[in-house]
Each structure stands twice: as C-alpha cells, then as structure tokens.
C-alpha cells in the first residue's frame, strides 16, 4: 500500500532528535498541517503494519514502554498505558480530568512516538494509529531515507 507524508521542508535525513524520534507520519489521503514543502510516498506491506492488538502487555519492549509512559505521566497505571498504547483509550477522554490541555497533547505526542519505538522493536514497519486526522502510520525511518519517493 501506497502513502503519503507531507513535510514543511524537504527531507535531506532522518535523525532521531525531533519530537518522534526518527518516526514520521503517513496517511493514506495528502493532508497537510500546515505549510507543505514536500510530498513524498512510502510504499508498505500491509503484513508489516501492526496496530495495538500486536502488543502483549507481558512482552519486553511492551513492559519498556509501559514504564516509560509511566515515567513520563504520572497520572496514569500501567493498566492505563497498556490501554493508552493498544489506543482501546483515548487519552483526553480518560484523563481529561487529570491533566491539563497541555499536557494531554504531550502525553499523546509520547503515545504515538513510542508506538513507533514499539513497531520497529517488534519487527514491524509502521504501527497503526490515530489522530486528528484520522489513521495515521507512524513508521520509524532509521536506515530508510532511500523509500521515500518526493511527489511534489
């Protein structure tokens, strides 16, 4: 399957220092959030995409992840992070009366950073999730520069 990530700059590299990591986000319809410089494709196996029913809340990478949404918001359970990463719960409606506007929307930008983390590190290319544009393919780009094809 073919699909699309737009960029306000043109991708030259992938580092590992922006907020996702080295992920980007890839939908299967061109949206843009905001200026767009480039639009480039992805092709992926269908096989290869996971989404929250691949995690095992016993697995290690799952248990690494766990702990470090833990780590990182400590309003929530480990029973809230499994639910929060297999996305059966959406943050804003589970801890909107915990958490303040911002520090929901970091909470969801960690969410979906180590999704990524947990697709790569279960033999996946891209986890399947969502935002407010609706699916989203977060895909960890490390050492795949060379897949995306520039559109425009």
């Known amino acids: 399957m073919q699909v699309i990530h737009t960029s306000p700059n043109p991708i030259t590299e992938i580092n590992q220092d922006g907020l996702f990591d080295d992920c980007l986000f890839f939908s299967e319809h061109e949206y843009a959030m905001g200026n767009v410089a480039a639009t480039y494709t992805l092709e992926l196996d269908a096989d290869k995409v996971c989404d929250g029913s691949a995690l095992d809340e016993a697995g290690e990478a799952e ?25 059966e ?64």
């Open 63 to 87: 248990i690494k992840a766990i702990a470090e949404l833990m780590r990182l918001c400590d309003e929530i359970n480990a029973e809230e992070a499994v639910e929060l990463l297999s996305d």
């Open 89 to 152: 719960a959406d943050a804003y409606s589970l801890l909107s009366d915990r958490l303040s506007a911002e520090a929901l929307a970091d909470l969801c930008w960690d969410i979906q950073r180590l999704q990524g983390r947990l697709a790569r590190e279960l033999g996946f290319d891209a986890f399947l999730s969502r935002d407010e544009q609706g699916p989203v393919y977060i895909v960890a780009m490390t050492g795949r520069l060379a897949e995306l094809t520039l559109q425009k």
